[in-house]
């Protein structure tokens, strides 16, 4: 059925809808056949909405082809929504018609799922469908939608919200969004999820009237006025370089006074800066401080009774005027007008305008570069994040963890001089509790915000890892401890057992709580295909660590301060030093001797003692030299090897004995290293207990050892050249 005509150039088209819903144009003297291959196409998806195309295609809006007879050529003419004119032989279109057409209704749908993308961000976002026009663009497969969200007015003429210009366009391509505030810096691309938090954060400031933000912020400060039923009217706001507020009280009798008493009657409270400024009554009131209010003058009429009583008004200052013109108790009013003064800073700070979405956005990606350190690279890509610009935060929680572990969720705040945040991200978690950690109401931003602790960034990645290591199920910890260690040179085998098997035989010497957890990394894990390496975690006996073998003699430790790097050796000391072997000392305990025996001569007993004892370190040529001198000598002694007495190299160490051997007399004298001179006084002071050319105890039998001496005070050290301990 024929609608309406319109004029392309040189010809006149009549438009068409047929009932399939296809809408053509159409020249009068286009041949039949041309006519009933049109007719018989397909209609697209209905949109069910009007859009504009962007592109070639018809010029009218909601024609999908346009067709015209060239009857010099004896061709047909045609465009079709999307796609550029052509024109072809009348035998020709039918294939060529077929071609531009399914690719008509492959733009349509493409449309249509993009326009529900769109629709699910705008929606959300609190936009009416009358704020935006809406576009399509079939060579980029994008739409966009042009948003005007506008100003209202007062009837004053004032604007008490600021609108909003802005262009969201939703890209099939990634499945993408990009966004463009007006007078902001863009954003980039986004995922729909942020590009709608964005859009509403937009629209939402797009709309907000900073005279009720004020009011609301101002309000709960105002009790101490209210409560003594005076009147506290809504804020006024100042515009300047920046927003000034203030507000008035007053008596509720004011309103039924006689004219002028209002501003007489009342107080007005503001900020200068973040003092607060008041000023009570009117100019009349001005006058009767100042003394040049003449008696008699009936405008006192207006002024307050309690003020116009008072005696001595010129000496009052300016919150002892204000307390007697609402009535007040000087303390009361004090206390009142500094809430007030606080309310007054939140209202001023509530009506700012405030920052951009794109730009709170932007920063905080920026600042996130604080958290990804936090997370192993596997993890970090498949980290959840969310952005609450109300508050300029952004939370970083390790997704790929699942409900295995404790909810440990980040913060960054958009101020790059804040802390980090930490929180539990569970409404409620019972001491002692294991996972799985599922959240059945999860906290909302403000509940986050207001339960999270701040943490350094090393604090921050203790717990984190502790989380996954300690609470999580072993694939998961494995899995975590693989990703940590990922894209590190990694150990020999041999040497990386080696560690991990001295850990734990040394947690087991020390004995109590002491305990290493070993996490070995995965090679060939899907996840990290190259990762290798062991994890190590000792906890206990006043150790919390954990140690990464990265390279050949070298370890990563992590503690809840901070890494560092060391050689194996250092990391061994500190071990020795922490977990010192305590469950062997009972090996030095002296064996009971038989009855038949404890009869015998003491003076035989000590005449058998050694008079020295040696400690020496494996491969010391110092301990070799002093152990022939002494042998030559003839001189008897007890050999200890040191290397399987951490107890007494901490104990050498912390008297300042650092080099081996050490020569301790009976006395309790000892000397540390290899010192010729000293081996002579010692063999000469000393009576021989072996023929000459007979050796003492050999190096090992170091397990037990002779009880070592503490001495009452500072013994002679004398050093020389031997092997450091």
Same mark, same amino acid.
């Given at each position: 059925?024929?609608?309406?005509?319109?004029?392309?150039?040189?010809?006149?088209?009549?438009?068409?809808?047929?009932?399939?819903?296809?809408?053509?144009?159409?020249?009068?003297?286009?041949?039949?056949?041309?006519?009933?291959?049109?007719?018989?196409?397909?209609?697209?998806?209905?949109?069910?909405?009007?859009?504009?195309?962007?592109?070639?295609?018809?010029?009218?809006?909601?024609?999908?082809?346009?067709?015209?007879?060239?009857?010099?050529?004896?061709?047909?003419?045609?465009?079709?929504?999307?796609?550029?004119?052509?024109?072809?032989?009348?035998?020709?279109?039918?294939?060529?018609?077929?071609?531009?057409?399914?690719?008509?209704?492959?733009?349509?749908?493409?449309?249509?799922?993009?326009?529900?993308?769109?629709?699910?961000?705008?929606?959300?976002?609190?936009?009416?469908?009358?704020?935006?026009?809406?576009?399509?663009?079939?060579?980029?497969?994008?739409?966009?939608?042009?948003?005007?969200?506008?100003?209202?007015?007062?009837?004053?003429?004032?604007?008490?919200?600021?609108?909003?210009?802005?262009?969201?366009?939703?890209?099939?391509?990634?499945?993408?969004?990009?966004?463009?505030?007006?007078?902001?810096?863009?954003?980039?691309?986004?995922?729909?999820?942020?590009?709608?938090?964005?859009?509403?954060?937009?629209?939402?400031?797009?709309?907000?009237?900073?005279?009720?933000?004020?009011?609301?912020?101002?309000?709960?400060?105002?009790?101490?006025?209210?409560?003594?039923?005076?009147?506290?009217?809504?804020?006024?706001?100042?515009?300047?370089?920046?927003?000034?507020?203030?507000?008035?009280?007053?008596?509720?009798?004011?309103?039924?006074?006689?004219?002028?008493?209002?501003?007489?009657?009342?107080?007005?409270?503001?900020?200068?800066?973040?003092?607060?400024?008041?000023?009570?009554?009117?100019?009349?009131?001005?006058?009767?401080?100042?003394?040049?209010?003449?008696?008699?003058?009936?405008?006192?009429?207006?002024?307050?009774?309690?003020?116009?009583?008072?005696?001595?008004?010129?000496?009052?200052?300016?919150?002892?005027?204000?307390?007697?013109?609402?009535?007040?108790?000087?303390?009361?009013?004090?206390?009142?007008?500094?809430?007030?003064?606080?309310?007054?800073?939140?209202?001023?700070?509530?009506?700012?305008?405030?920052?951009?979405?794109?730009?709170?956005?932007?920063?905080?990606?920026?600042?996130?570069?604080?958290?990804?350190?936090?997370?192993?690279?596997?993890?970090?890509?498949?980290a959840s994040t969310s952005f609450d610009l109300d508050r300029g935060v952004a939370w970083v929680r390790a997704q790929a963890m699942g409900a295995s572990h404790r909810p440990i969720?980040?913060?960054?705040?958009?101020?790059?001089?804040?802390?980090?945040?930490?929180?539990?991200?569970?409404?409620?978690?019972?001491?002692?509790?294991?996972?799985?950690?599922?959240?059945?109401?999860?906290?909302?931003?403000?509940?986050?915000?207001?339960?999270?602790?701040?943490?350094?960034?090393?604090?921050?990645?203790?717990?984190?890892?502790?989380?996954?290591?300690? @609470? +999580?199920?072993?694939?998961?910890?494995? /899995?975590? &401890? #693989?990703? !940590?260690?990922?894209? %590190?040179?990694?150990?020999?085998? =041999?040497?990386?057992?080696?560690?991990?098997?001295?850990?734990?035989?040394?947690?087991?010497?020390?004995?109590?709580?002491?305990?290493?957890?070993?996490?070995?990394?995965?090679?060939?894990?899907?996840?990290?295909?190259?990762?290798?390496?062991?994890?190590?975690?000792?906890?206990?006996?006043?150790?919390?660590?954990?140690?990464?073998?990265?390279?050949?003699?070298?370890?990563?430790?992590?503690?809840?301060?901070?890494?560092?790097?060391?050689?194996?050796?250092?990391?061994?000391?500190?071990?020795?030093?922490?977990?010192?072997?305590?469950?062997? @000392? +009972?090996?030095?305990?002296?064996?009971? /001797?038989? &009855? #038949?025996? !404890?009869?015998?001569? %003491?003076?035989?007993?000590?005449? =058998?003692?050694?008079?020295?004892?040696?400690?020496?370190?494996?491969?010391?040529?110092?301990?070799?030299?002093?152990?022939?001198?002494?042998?030559?000598?003839?001189?008897?002694?007890?050999?200890?090897?040191?290397?399987?007495?951490?107890?007494?190299?901490?104990?050498?160490?912390?008297?300042?004995?650092?080099?081996?051997?050490?020569?301790?007399?009976?006395?309790?004298?000892?000397?540390?290293?290899?010192?010729?001179?000293?081996?002579?006084?010692?063999?000469?002071?000393?009576?021989?207990?072996?023929?000459?050319?007979?050796?003492?105890?050999? @190096?090992?039998?170091?397990?037990?050892?002779?009880?070592?001496? #503490?001495?009452?005070?500072?013994?002679?050290?004398?050093?020389?050249?031997?092997?450091?301990?």
């Open positions: 059925m024929s609608e309406y005509s319109i004029s392309s150039p040189g010809q006149e088209l009549t438009v068409e809808y047929l009932p399939s819903g296809v809408v053509y144009a159409a020249t009068e003297d286009l041949p039949e056949a041309a006519r009933k291959m049109i007719e018989g196409l397909t209609a697209p998806t209905n949109l069910g909405r009007d859009i504009e195309w962007r592109g070639p295609g018809p010029a009218a809006p909601g024609v999908d082809i346009e067709v015209a007879w060239d009857d010099q050529a004896q061709a047909v003419a045609y465009g079709v929504r999307g796609r550029p004119e052509r024109t072809v032989a009348l035998d020709d279109l039918e294939q060529a018609l077929a071609q531009d057409w399914d690719n008509y209704r492959q733009d349509v749908e493409a449309a249509g799922q993009l326009l529900e993308r769109l629709d699910a961000i705008t929606t959300q976002a609190g936009l009416d469908a009358e704020e935006m026009e809406v576009l399509f663009s079939p060579t980029r497969r994008t739409v966009t939608a042009q948003i005007m969200v506008l100003p209202e007015r007062t009837e004053h003429g004032l604007l008490p919200t600021p609108g909003m210009r802005s262009e969201l366009t939703i890209e099939e391509t990634d499945q993408r969004a990009l966004i463009g505030l007006q007078g902001a810096q863009s954003t980039g691309r986004l995922t729909d999820e942020h590009a709608r938090l964005l859009l509403s954060y937009a629209v939402q400031e797009a709309r907000r009237e900073p005279g009720q933000a004020a009011w609301e912020a101002l309000h709960p400060y105002t009790a101490g006025f209210r409560d003594r039923g005076l009147e506290v009217e809504d804020p006024a706001l100042h515009w300047g370089r920046t927003v000034g507020v203030s507000v008035q009280v007053h008596p509720p009798a004011v309103e039924a006074g006689p004219l002028g008493s209002w501003d007489e009657q009342s107080l007005t409270l503001s900020l200068d800066g973040d003092e607060l400024a008041i000023r009570p009554g009117g100019p009349i009131t001005q006058e009767l401080r100042s003394g040049v209010l003449a008696a008699g003058d009936e405008r006192t009429m207006w002024l307050s009774p309690d003020l116009a009583a008072a005696p001595g008004v010129g000496e009052m200052s300016s919150t002892e005027v204000a307390a007697t013109i609402l009535g007040m108790p000087q303390e009361e009013f004090n206390t009142a007008a500094s809430s007030v003064r606080e309310g007054l800073i939140a209202a001023r700070d509530a009506a700012a305008p405030r920052r951009p979405a794109t730009n709170i956005f932007n920063d905080l990606r920026t600042h996130l570069i604080r958290v990804d350190s936090l997370l192993p690279d596997a993890a970090r890509e498949t969720t980040i913060g960054v705040s958009v101020d790059s001089d804040s802390p980090l945040l930490e929180v539990v991200d569970r409404q409620a978690v019972e001491p002692g509790t294991v996972g799985p950690w599922v959240d059945p109401i999860p906290l909302s931003d403000a509940e986050r915000y207001e339960a999270a602790t701040p943490v350094s960034a090393q604090q921050a990645r203790w717990d984190i890892d502790s989380a996954v290591l300690r @609470d +999580a199920d072993e694939h998961t910890a494995h /899995t975590w &401890a #693989t990703w !940590r260690t990922a894209g %590190a040179q990694g150990w020999a085998n =041999e040497e990386a057992s080696a560690l991990e098997r001295w850990a734990q035989a040394q947690a087991t010497l020390t004995g109590g709580d002491a305990r290493v957890s070993v996490f070995e990394t995965s090679p060939g894990d899907p996840l990290e295909a190259d990762a290798t390496g062991r994890l190590l975690e000792m906890r206990g006996g006043g150790m919390d660590c954990r140690v990464i073998t990265t390279s050949p003699g070298q370890v990563t430790v992590t503690t809840p301060a901070g890494t560092s790097t060391m050689t194996t050796a250092e990391m061994m000391d500190q071990v020795r030093a922490t977990w010192p072997d305590t469950t062997t @000392d +009972a090996l030095s305990t002296a064996i009971p /001797t038989p &009855a #038949t025996e !404890r009869g015998q001569d %003491a003076s035989q007993v000590q005449a =058998e003692a050694p008079e020295l004892t040696v400690y020496t370190t494996p491969n010391c040529p110092g301990c070799k030299m002093t152990r022939r001198q002494l042998d030559k000598a003839g001189v008897a002694y007890e050999a200890v090897d040191l290397s399987s007495r951490p107890d007494l190299v901490e104990q050498f160490r912390a008297e300042g004995l650092r080099q081996a051997p050490i020569i301790e007399t009976s006395d309790g004298q000892r000397t540390a290293g290899f010192n010729p001179s000293r081996i002579k006084a010692i063999v000469a002071a000393a009576t021989p207990q072996q023929a000459p050319g007979t050796s003492g105890p050999s @190096d090992g039998g170091g397990g037990g050892g002779r009880p070592t001496h #503490t001495p009452q005070q500072q013994r002679p050290r004398a050093r020389g050249e031997g092997m450091h301990l």
